[in-house]
């Protein structure tokens, strides 16, 4: 599979016969586009059995024309939000669409050819509609094993054929007919095979739902009328886009150089990336020029499945923020057309083939921080200041006997947002591109040989600012039997930033405690490491950046802070300038005023608060994004 | 018996009195009293009474669905929650599931954290530990605890929720910690986990928790408050209450979980809708009640009410692990306002004009078209015949809102403009009905949609054809019908425990299978105690059992019904079947191979009511009586895909006979509501006085050659 062929090349505007559709049947079909891409990802989390599609609903799910352009995509995970379409390009370089038939289900996740990453698997069905291939009814969701080197997570793989088995463009199904060797050749070589059975059958079945609902509107309707509504809500999303960007200056709006830790292999080498946002009319390109050439483990980004979906992600969530919006503006291709990704081959975020590229999430959310970062000058209002943009992806993993299969716990860990201009920033919450929900604890201890024994906010305070950042959270989890712990993570070493006065937030860390007592600070990026009985991983989440200047934070809003250890009476006087009384915790109005001119003075226009070296908590890795140097922390 | 129903909604409190022995039935409707809603109700009582010729005191029943816990918790203005729990879980609440309500938001708020039900300063922790299996790892220390609670105390918390980890395996340190709360401070209202609902799920467990001890010191207060009333003006047996089960509850069942009373509102239109639709022969019905600002979908196969999956149960955006009947409610109603967006796709709701301004007709000061002047442009409803000509409409005013605002602009006419409006409302609640019937498996085909509310008639005959039901039943008052909901109710609580056993284990495990027993006759001695307290003969006692089962590594439930009598193979095969069945349904697909996991058992218990007994409408012939027909007038209707003018007939529905028959295109009102008969439709009165409509080819050729 070396001669692969060129891609990230959009189809453009859709070429079939368009007709005119009245108002309200557009309405009406807008309407039935959305439910029947809600109803296929309900399908799939609740029947589902791998807690990683079932709870975290680490999935997508949409209807795709024939060329690939979504026409509508479920509300779940955004990272799968947009990939589907690479993912239909990618299958259509093996499979003939002139061969399609009725009954085919193909599969696919192949990283050169579209997939946002091997583990992603996505299953499509055609729509054929009187002889003609109008689309596909598809969906993608992460299964807990691909059979790569190691059980669930390989951040540390020597390419794309050590991460996963690679299914490229494969008919499961021809003709409704099941192709028994490669099914027994996929659930063979998984180390969860009734997990993975489970989530594919759920898959299936939900394609079969989505095609069947849309063959629906296609009986009503007809095919030219429903295409036709289709391409109306693209171009309905595009032009709203479109005059939101057109708001924007036009210009080059540069981000702060951001490090992520390491390639998870060669340890304190930090990887660059680089982000300029360009804005000209009512078009956006996101040109990662600069950032780090590849590296040689599984930590580069598909630049398709993953990377342009980060990019649409930013800009659409930044400018048609849903919770400003009066009516909902549908996802679909519309959005994907007023944005443009420019990022040089063989640079980590366009590998040269057979990089592996398993572990691109953090990479990804970084893009989007920079972005928001970037923007920040332009449209203050509508930005966060740095946001935890990263994830703990761990996979926690033992061998079953009994079974002859692995047991295999697959966990997201939340992070945190930064301040925003009115709002402090949200808690202990998926960021940006993550949203996937946790498992419960009684469940998890019930059904793993593991016991999570702390699972609440971290301790350290949130980063001061006008509107405070949000704060991460801390879990330890407690191996009852020997396993394997790998996970993909970042942001151990580069603080989320503050803006406008903001103080910096803090970094993660992650801790192996042993059962024997002690602990060492482990990389965030681990692959296969070995734990005994007892011993234990904690995780400790950042803490997001400040949105600007703590002097004038509401000083009532920081008695409230102490009040829910949200901050301290000691950073009180410090960072905000306020006096609190320890005991009564009543606010000295006067001697904070007086404070806060003082400190006003000493820190001039230009300070950045670094909270990093006002917590007792010493983050060994951390280093300030500012001097370069690690921080010691307070004594 | 004499009985009384109240049914309290946002603007109108609905009442309905029934004297079973003599066949009365009266009913009444008053504005309701938001801030005390018990103002209106006492005073609705005392009219309904002297409207019966009867004193208080000869009342046998009293029943009641109230919003009161819902508006605590959207409006946020509940108790001061303090929270004991484990030590490492101070943020369950904070954290909840981790996932944002938007994915494309950086502007969102996180409704668990900016209004949180127990603030952070007030979640304390005890360090204690039971394990997966129910053992103690550590054990509770009573000083640590006291030292707590005197803090909450401090704090001048209303309420303490105990919340500790895998107690729905093991109580002991829940009830230890209750104990100490209720010596060290005896007047804050407790709620306990393993007491509420001891089912595993933490998150989903605590936030129930908290939510009762957020609503609970006034919902208590309200509902004695209530009840003693009621006991002073007379009424012996005080008030009963609906639960979000479909059930009623005592006042001291309700005080002790209040939040099983936070979906009262909405149930009793579904139960008041299945009622109506055994009276005219229909077990299967889709219930539609729509109001001002909202409409409520629900569905019933054989009489029988379905639950809500366990991650749809919520109130606003609080999780709620409780049984609910599965309603849903979307922004579609007559207030509705349509408008053209930015981006020039044209909308209808959800933002409504509420009570004021309410719609352009109605001159208060309203100029956004909403659907009411829509219908109003269509020629619909008219003036003279409009709340029983109490209220003036302003059909140029309603007329000239849809024309500037959305004809003019999508170049239509107007009436083709007021038609799109009623349409896009119209799928809407097409959708929504969709959602719930034919996507979870039910064949439409099988069932009557009852419309209900003052809009459901105008809506339902539309839209029964878009959804494919048998006809549209309006039942005899269709305004009143969630009031009538509450007489036709039986007296219902529902027990759970999380039991956590695979029914293989079940089969070959002679322990296991004893647990499982002792597991649910504790449950049936808990309920039969309630009824002891209720004073229910066991008797009229019903006790059915449920599973909460799913396939060996799922990771969500299906509620399914399990035999009564002894656990056997016989009796796990049942259970398998039924949860085959109900995932098929649900998924489309059954895993016949795979083995079934029993996460939580429940007991419903019942104990019977005596019910509603219809009433007879006198018998007339095929053509209504000519006093019925009140004026013929033009109106519009689709034709071809377009509004044409049709000569229609307004007829009064009290003035109808059991056996007429009324080709369309007609319009039937009443008092509280509109049905529309559009041409190449028929309604029939059945003896009963329901209206019976129902598409008709022959009718349809009638009305397009007859014009």
Redesign the interface.
């Known amino acids: 599979m070396a001669d692969l062929p060129e891609v990230g090349i959009n189809p453009g505007k859709p070429t079939r016969k368009r007709v005119g559709v009245d108002p309200i049947t557009l309405r009406v079909l807008g309407g039935a586009f959305d439910a029947i891409a809600q109803e296929m990802a309900g399908v799939l989390f609740r029947m589902s059995y791998s807690s990683i599609i079932r709870e975290s609903e680490d999935l997508g799910a949409g209807l795709f024309d024939a060329e690939g352009r979504e026409l509508c995509e479920s509300e779940s995970t955004p990272m799968h939000i947009g990939s589907l379409p690479w993912y239909i390009r990618g299958f259509l370089h093996r499979v003939d669409k002139n061969e399609l038939k009725e009954g085919d289900i193909i599969i696919h996740n192949h990283p050169y050819l579209g997939a946002s990453h091997t583990p992603d698997i996505a299953v499509a069905v055609p729509i054929l509609w009187k002889g003609e291939l109008l689309g596909f009814a598809a969906v993608t969701a992460h299964v807990a094993d691909v059979g790569g080197s190691y059980p669930g997570i390989n951040a540390d793989a020597f390419d794309m054929y050590a991460e996963s088995k690679i299914y490229n463009g494969l008919k499961w199904y021809e003709g409704g007919v099941l192709n028994e060797d490669l099914d027994r050749m996929v659930f063979d070589n998984v180390r969860t095979e009734t997990m993975n059975r489970g989530d594919m059958e759920a898959m299936k079945a939900a394609c079969i739902l989505g095609r069947d609902r849309f063959y629906r509107l296609l009986e009503k309707y007809g095919s030219d009328t429903c295409m036709s509504a289709a391409y109306d809500w693209m171009d309905y999303s595009e032009k709203r886009l479109r005059a939101e960007i057109k708001k924007l200056p036009d210009g080059e709006y540069i981000a702060p150089t951001a490090w992520l830790d390491d390639d998870g292999r060669n340890r304190d080498v930090r990887l660059r990336v680089e982000t300029k946002i360009i804005v000209k009319g009512d078009h956006v390109t996101v040109d990662l020029t600069g950032s780090n050439a590849e590296v040689p483990t599984g930590y580069n980004v598909p630049f398709e499945g993953s990377l342009l979906v980060a990019a649409y992600f930013a800009i659409r969530t930044i400018l048609l923020d849903q919770d400003r919006l009066d009516e909902p503006v549908p996802q679909n291709d519309g959005i994907f057309r007023c944005v443009d990704v420019i990022a040089p081959k063989g640079s980590i975020f366009n590998p040269n083939f057979p990089r592996a590229c398993f572990s691109r999430f953090n990479q990804c959310q970084r893009v989007v921080d920079n972005t928001i970062v970037a923007l920040s000058k332009v449209v203050p209002d509508l930005v966060t200041a740095g946001n935890s943009a990263a994830i703990h992806f761990c996979s926690y993993a033992g061998f079953i006997p009994e079974k002859g299969e692995y047991w295999l716990y697959l966990e997201v860990n939340e992070g945190s947002y930064g301040g925003r201009k009115g709002r402090d920033g949200m808690d202990s919450v998926d960021c940006l591109m993550a949203n996937t929900r946790n498992n419960p604890i009684e469940e998890l201890d019930m059904r793993f040989p593991m016991r999570t024994e702390r699972y609440e906010l971290r301790d350290e305070p949130a980063a001061p600012g006008q509107w405070r950042g949000g704060v991460g959270i801390v879990r330890t989890n407690r191996f009852l039997e020997p396993g394997a712990y790998s996970c993909e993570g970042d942001r151990h070493t580069d603080p989320p930033r503050g803006i406008f006065g903001g103080y910096d937030g803090l970094p993660a860390m992650v801790r192996h405690h042993k059962a024997g007592g002690g602990y060492e600070e482990i990389p965030a990026k681990v692959t296969g490491l070995m734990c005994e009985a007892g011993d234990a991983i904690q995780l400790i989440e950042p803490n997001g950046g400040g949105y600007g200047n703590p002097l004038k934070r509401d000083p009532k809003l920081v008695r409230e802070d102490i009040l829910d250890d949200f901050t301290t009476v000691e950073l009180a006087r410090e960072a905000y300038g306020v006096v609190v009384d320890p005991k009564t915790f009543e606010v000295d109005l006067v001697k904070t005023k007086k404070l806060r001119a003082q400190l006003q003075k000493k820190r001039g226009r230009n300070f950045q608060g670094e909270l990093l070296s006002l917590v007792k908590l010493p983050h060994r890795m951390a280093v300030s994004p500012h001097t370069g140097k690690k921080v010691a922390a307070r004594r | 018996m004499k009985r009384i129903g109240v049914d309290v909604g946002g603007t109108f409190t609905d009442l309905i009195y029934v004297d079973d022995q003599k066949g009365t039935v009266l009913v009444h409707k008053t504005p309701s009293s938001p801030a005390d809603p018990s103002i209106a109700t006492v005073e609705g009582i005392t009219t309904l009474c002297e409207m019966a010729k009867i004193k208080p005191s000869d009342l046998d029943q009293v029943f009641h669905g109230t919003t009161v816990a819902t508006n605590i918790v959207i409006e946020h203005n509940g108790a001061n929650v303090g929270l004991i729990t484990t030590e ?5 609440l ?2 909840a ?4 309500p ?9 409704p668990w ?1 900016a209004y949180p039900i127990a ?3 007030n979640r304390l922790t005890v360090n204690e ?1 039971i ?2 299996d129910g053992s103690v790892q550590v054990p509770l220390n009573d000083r640590e605890v006291r030292a707590q609670v005197r803090k909450l105390k401090k704090a001048q918390v209303d309420a303490v929720a105990v919340c500790l ?2 107690s ?1 395996l093991n109580d002991e340190h829940e009830k230890r910690v209750a104990a100490i709360v209720r010596e060290e401070f005896p007047d804050a209202f407790i709620s306990v986990s393993s007491e509420v609902i001891p089912q ?5 467990r605590f936030s129930t928790v908290a939510l009762n001890a957020f609503v609970g010191p006034k919902v208590s207060h309200y509902v004695q408050r209530f009840d003693a009333e009621l006991r002073k003006m007379g009424v012996k047996t005080g008030v009963q209450l609906m639960t979000s089960a479909a059930g009623v509850a005592t006042p001291q069942a309700a005080v002790t979980r209040p939040v099983n009373l936070l979906m009262s509102g909405p149930i009793a239109g579904v139960v008041g809708g299945i009622w109506a639709g055994r009276v005219a022969g229909e077990p299967n019905v889709i219930t539609l009640d729509v109001g001002g600002t909202s409409a409520d979908i629900g569905l019933a196969q054989d009489g029988k009410l379905r639950m809500k ?1 366990l ?1 749809d149960t919520k109130v606003g955006p609080y999780q709620a692990m409780i049984p609910m009947v599965d309603v849903d409610t979307i922004g579609a109603g007559g207030g509705s306002i349509a408008y053209i ?7 209808v709701g959800p ?1 409504s004009a509420g009570a004021m301004p309410g719609p352009a007709a109605y001159d208060q000061g309203g100029t956004e078209p909403t659907a009411t002047d829509a219908i109003i442009a269509l020629g619909w409803l008219r003036s003279e015949l409009f709340l029983g000509g109490k209220k003036d409409l302003r059909v140029d005013l309603a007329r000239k809102a849809v024309e500037t605002k959305i004809a003019k602009p ?1 170049k ?1 006419t107007t009436e083709e403009a007021a038609l ?1 409006i009623f ?2 409302l119209v ?2 609640m097409v ?1 929504a009905i969709e ?1 719930s019937s034919v ?1 979870k498996g039910f064949d439409p085909r099988e069932f009557a949609l009852v419309a209900e509310g003052g809009g459901g008639p105008l809506f339902a005959s539309h839209i029964a054809p878009e959804v494919g039901v048998k006809h549209v039943l309006v039942p005899n008052y269709p305004g009143i019908t969630a009031a009538l909901g509450l007489l036709t109710t039986d007296l219902v609580y529902e027990y759970t425990k999380t039991a ?1 056993v695979m029914a293989s284990d079940v089969v070959s495990n002679a322990k296991t299978r004893s647990t499982l027993e002792k597991q649910f006759a504790a449950l049936e001695k808990e309920a039969m105690k309630q009824f002891v307290t209720d004073k229910i003969d066991k008797k009229r006692v019903r006790l059915e059992r449920i599973v909460d089962a799913r ?1 060996e ?4 439930e299906l509620r399914v019904d399990a035999k009564a009598g002894a656990i056997d193979e016989k009796w796990v095969k049942a259970v398998k079947n039924e949860f085959h069945e109900a ?1 098929e349904r ?4 059954r ?1 016949e191979e ?1 083995d079934v996991q029993i996460a939580n058992i429940r007991v419903r218990a019942i104990g019977a009511m005596p019910g509603l007994k219809p009433t007879l409408v006198k018998k007339g012939t095929k053509t209504p009586p000519k006093t019925a027909l009140k004026l013929t007038a033009d109106a519009w209707f689709e034709k071809a895909g377009k509004p044409a003018k049709f000569k229609t007939k307004f007829y009064e529905r009290t003035e109808l006979l059991a056996g007429n028959h009324i080709a369309g295109p007609a319009i039937i009102t009443q008092f509280d509501s509109t049905s529309v008969v559009p041409p190449g439709y028929t309604a029939d009165v059945d003896r009963h006085g329901n209206l019976i409509i129902k598409y008709s080819a022959a009718v349809a050729k009638a009305a397009e050659s007859g014009h």
């Open positions: 490492g879980y101070r943020d369950v904070h954290i599931r981790h996932k944002k938007m994915n494309f938001s950086l502007w969102q708020n996180l954290q603030r952070r300063r530990r394990l997966a980890l895998f729905f595993y799920r933490e998150y989903e999956h991650l967006d930015s981006g020039g796709i044209f909308r933002r999508l239509l799109g349409k896009v799928h809407s959708d959602q996507r956590y396939y590594g799922q990771g969500y995932h649900e998924f489309s697909r895993f795979v």
